[in-house]
């Protein structure tokens, strides 16, 4: 199983519901044209508008019909400065609601694209990988980032294993 996990295009301003700038529709066909060379199942977003339209896109250029995932939201900025035990309820829900989406696309052994923001990219990547979130910061996802993991078996069990982190060169 392959998971492509995508952050959206540039966007309008920092507000939850800022749509994206011409050129962030750019990227994001760009994204797109780069998914056209993979096969993939499934495509899933976030509900911020810049990841829906980001989605929206790549679902166009690939057929793969889009669904919005609400259970998964984007996580107040200073959980990423905090230890876990200092998470409010709202973040530990968010957190386990990514947990649990997780699990199950290991399951189901299918191709997928997510159209996320840093955050949730940040969160996805903390639980695939074992890093306690507030270490995550370090991990840069710029505007219209790939990252590829893929689910697979070594050394006789199956685990998830980096492929691309925050690359950047579709956009080129």
């Known amino acids: 199983m392959k998971l492509f996990i995508i952050r959206h295009g540039e966007k309008e301003s ?16 760009k994204v797109a044209e780069f998914l056209k060379k993979e096969k993939f199942d499934k495509l899933f977003s976030s509900s911020n508008p810049r990841s829906i339209q980001t989605g929206q896109i790549i679902s166009k250029q690939s057929g793969v019909p889009l669904k919005i995932i609400n259970s998964i939201k984007e996580l107040p ?63 840069t996802q710029d505007i219209a980032c790939l990252n590829l993991l893929e ?3 070594i050394y006789g069990k199956k685990r998830w294993c980096v492929r691309l982190l925050n690359d950047t060169c579709h956009l080129k």
């Open 151 to 153: 689910y697979k078996e």
């Open 77 to 139: 900025k200073n959980i990423f400065f905090q230890e876990e035990s200092e998470w409010g309820e709202e973040s530990k829900e968010i957190i386990n609601n990514i947990r649990k989406f997780i699990d199950d696309l290991g399951i189901q052994n299918e191709d997928v694209v997510l159209s996320l923001n840093t955050g949730l990219n940040r969160a996805i990547l903390s639980i695939i990988l074992d890093i306690p979130l507030n270490k995550t910061v370090q991990l």
């Open 14 to 29: 920092d507000e939850f519901h800022s749509n994206l700038t011409p050129k962030g529709i750019e990227q994001a066909s």
